[in-house]
């Protein structure tokens, strides 16, 4: 499964007439050189996840052009968790590529999962006096902090990023409690993604934390894609 899902993986810049690509899509460009050149076998199964942006720019021109040549059938499509039931906004391009087989969109089941299931309990101010809004921050930022009460029968999340606990608008959701507006903890942002309630996100510091989790894939989102590969293969085996 290749996976590159950095909004900085659509960027083009130019320099003196000339498109220059970012890091991320120069990863790209390499693995597809792989597989144009014979030097990596290609896998049966290809799966790719992005930004929204990125059909349509130079990188995607390049990829599909690469696995048309190599007899690849595929499907592209863009889903968010909230299509499943999960109560988080994460829109993102999904690519899904078959060298032996046609590649249907698979269907999207829906369970509605609460908010606050994710949640730790036993995480209040005096506990965790660190993840909570500061004074400053609401006199600065006010009604323009992205809030979400977890009571809420039919609460969803913003959208989670690298920048969470860095930029207080644009990175993801603040939770309403009785004390106060508060930051979720990387395991709680993890469990919106599809990661179990035992994962932990182990690192010294918790910004690191964040920024993992905010570049993460959604679990529930990609197993609902690649279900049937394996349910084709378990009834071939059968």
């Given amino acids: ?50 930004v929204p942006g990125f059909p ?3 990188a995607h021109g390049r990829l599909r052009a690469v696995l048309r040549a190599l007899d690849y059938d595929v499907c592209e499509l863009e889903r968010c968790p909230t299509e499943l039931g999960v109560p988080m906004v994460r829109r993102r391009y999904y690519l899904l590529a078959d060298r032996e087989a046609e590649v249907a969109q698979p269907p ?4 509605h999962r609460p908010l606050s299931d994710a949640l730790d309990e036993g995480v209040t101010r005096g506990t965790h006096p660190e ?22 029968p039919d609460a969803v999340a913003h959208c989670f990023t690298g920048a969470y606990g ?40 918790r910004a690191k934390g964040w920024k993992l989790v905010g570049n993460a894939l959604s679990v529930d989102v990609v197993r609902s894609l690649i279900a049937p590969w394996y349910d084709g293969a378990a009834r071939s085996q059968a």
């Fill in 1 to 50: 499964l290749a996976v590159v899902h950095h909004r900085d993986a659509v960027r083009e810049d130019v320099h003196d007439g000339e498109v220059v690509a970012d890091e991320q899509a120069r990863e790209l460009e390499l693995l597809l050189q792989l597989l144009e050149d014979g030097r990596v076998r290609p896998p049966r199964r290809l799966g790719l996840e992005n």
């Fill in 56 to 58: 349509g720019s130079r």
């Fill in 108 to 111: 999207a089941p829906v369970a």
């Fill in 131 to 152: 993840l909570y809004a500061s004074d400053e921050v609401l006199e600065r930022y006010g009604t323009n902090l992205p809030t979400v009460d977890p009571a809420a």
């Fill in 166 to 205: 860095r930029s207080p608008v644009y990175s993801g959701s603040w939770l309403v409690t009785d004390d106060g507006l508060r930051l979720l903890l990387p395991e709680e942002i993890a469990r919106l993604l599809g990661f179990p309630h035992t994962f932990r996100v182990s690192v010294p510091k």
